[in-house]
């Protein structure tokens, strides 16, 4: 069965510090990759998807950037941390076929201080 | 554009009672439609889907939901509310082919669920 992995589950980094969160994705190939924030009070905002290695879509121009470097595998990094940047963010995958639907980590909430 | 709302940000209701979370969609043709739920610290949980058939849809924790394309609203419903649904819902919309690219859902803002005891 698929199952996706996110880490670290929680992380405080002051600003101005650099930051990687990584996504995994097992028992599937070729998955749609997405990278979401979810600020407090607020709802889910796409940040970035990838249809392939190396193939990202950004959909909110912003402080963070994202790359594929491997098939199952997604990271979201930031050089500097903005105050801004605090939420939960989570990483969903899903596939080409007729009854697609995203499947979601558990998550990584980010406080910037 | 696709776009989802979800009218009510936060509703309460008595454990045991009935419970309509309601979700109104604007899409230009037929549209795959989703509801999340969001336990606290969690990640979003597939609660149930609809892609063609049936406009009733049963899924998991006993929850359903019902397609009414004149009306546009795919809303969730459950007869007797627990304790353990306290949580948020996301109701979300698709597109219903595959043009090559990301299948991208947009996701309503959500509607807390606060359940008394």
């Known amino acids: 069965s698929q199952t996706i992995h996110q880490w670290p589950a929680t992380l405080v980094q002051p600003v101005g510090s650099p930051l990687s969160l990584e996504c995994t994705v097992e028992?599937?190939?070729?998955?749609?990759l997405y990278w979401y924030r979810q600020a407090a009070g607020r709802g889910l905002q796409l940040l970035f998807y990838s249809v392939g290695i190396g193939q990202i879509s950004s959909e909110v121009p912003q402080n963070l950037s994202a790359s594929r470097p491997q098939d199952r595998q997604f990271i979201l990094s930031s050089k500097k941390l903005l105050l801004s940047d605090s939420g939960f963010y989570l990483c969903?995958?899903?596939?080409?076929?007729?009854?697609?639907?995203?499947?979601f980590g558990s998550g990584t909430r980010l406080t910037v201080v | 554009a696709q776009s989802v709302t979800q009218p009510d940000i936060h509703i309460t209701v008595s454990e045991g009672a009935s419970l309509e979370l309601r979700c109104n969609y604007s899409y230009g043709a037929t549209p795959y439609l989703f509801w999340y739920v969001q336990s606290p610290g969690q990640g979003l949980q597939l609660l149930l889907k609809y892609f063609s058939g049936d406009t009733l849809v049963q899924g998991i924790k006993g929850f359903e939901a019902e397609f009414k394309r004149s009306q546009s609203s795919f809303n969730l419903r459950k007869p007797s509310v627990h304790w353990s649904d306290a949580a948020e819902y996301f109701c979300a919309v698709g597109p219903s082919y595959s043009s090559g690219s990301a299948r991208q859902l947009t996701f309503g803002s959500g509607t807390q669920l606060t359940v008394l005891p």
């Open positions: 028992g599937t190939s070729n998955p749609n």
């Open positions: 969903a995958w899903s596939a080409l076929t007729a009854n697609y639907g995203y499947t």
